[in-house]
């Protein structure tokens, strides 16, 4: 069975500090997509990136960077200079891409980061 | 393309009656997803759609859910009778294929409250 953990529940920053993210996953596949949603207060879930298991390069985008590492089951996310636009649910998920769980995306229980003037 | 589109956005409904929850998906998209959200269980999927045929049901909770998917571009998930518990968020997703590097498109959700 597949698994993603989150283990930052709540994480409290002033604005302009940096931030990471922790996502730890587990699967025997070896085929498999990475996520990372945004959930803010509006409620809608909102893609952020998507990393295969083939692909171990890290990935930046503007702020946003994401650090994946197979040989520790991570996948990473870190906000630079945060603002307070940034204060939303986190979600890491993972999908797999073959067997009966073919398409399904299994979520971590979110990280919930309040960034704070 | 609008995205994918949730009818209604929030519900309040007596606990017995029937509800149902509708989705249209981005137009060309062959995956379709329902999820639930709750404060306890966070993100689950219930079942999901290829080609409109429903291919993993084992999340639906019980009797009292169904799904269809009639056309590529409608879905509706149906809870009948409701139930207090069943009070959720309800997403609907869509999606090229699985992995796709689009992602995952999600809907903007329905907030059911059962009373």
């Known amino acids: 069975a597949q698994k993603v953990t989150q283990a930052q529940t709540e994480i409290s920053v002033v604005e302009k500090e940096d931030v990471t993210l922790d996502c730890v996953y587990e699967t025997r596949d070896t085929t498999y997509y990475l996520f990372w949603y945004k959930q803010p207060p509006s409620g809608e879930l909102v893609f952020l990136i998507r990393?295969?298991?083939?692909?171990?390069q890290n990935e930046i985008s503007g702020r946003y960077s994401w650090n994946f590492q197979k040989s520790t089951s991570s996948f990473n996310f870190t906000i630079t200079a945060s603002q307070v636009v940034d204060s939303a649910v986190y979600f890491c998920?993972?999908?797999?891409?073959?067997?009966?769980?073919?398409?399904?995306?299994?979520f971590g229980q979110g990280t919930i980061l309040t960034v704070h003037p | 393309d609008a995205g994918v589109i949730q009818s209604p956005r929030h519900e309040v409904t007596e606990m017995g009656q029937e509800v149902t929850l509708r989705c249209k998906p981005i137009?060309?998209?062959?995956?379709l997803f329902w999820y639930r959200q709750t404060m306890m269980r966070g993100l689950e999927l219930l079942i999901y759609?290829?080609?409109?045929?429903?291919?993993?049901d084992s999340g639906m909770p019980e009797d009292r859910f169904s799904a269809k998917m009639p056309n590529a571009s409608f879905s509706t998930l149906k809870i009948q009778p409701s139930e207090p518990r069943d009070s959720a968020v309800y997403f609907c997703?869509?999606?090229?294929?699985?992995?796709?590097?689009?992602?995952?498109?999600f809907g903007s959700g329905t907030r059911l409250t059962v009373v």
């Open positions: 997703a869509s999606s090229l294929a699985p992995g796709g590097a689009d992602g995952y498109t």
């Open positions: 137009s060309g998209h062959d995956y």
């Open positions: 990393r295969n298991s083939f692909d171990e």
């Open positions: 998920a993972l999908g797999l891409a073959g067997g009966t769980s073919y398409g399904k995306l299994t």
């Open positions: 759609f290829n080609n409109n045929v429903p291919i993993d």
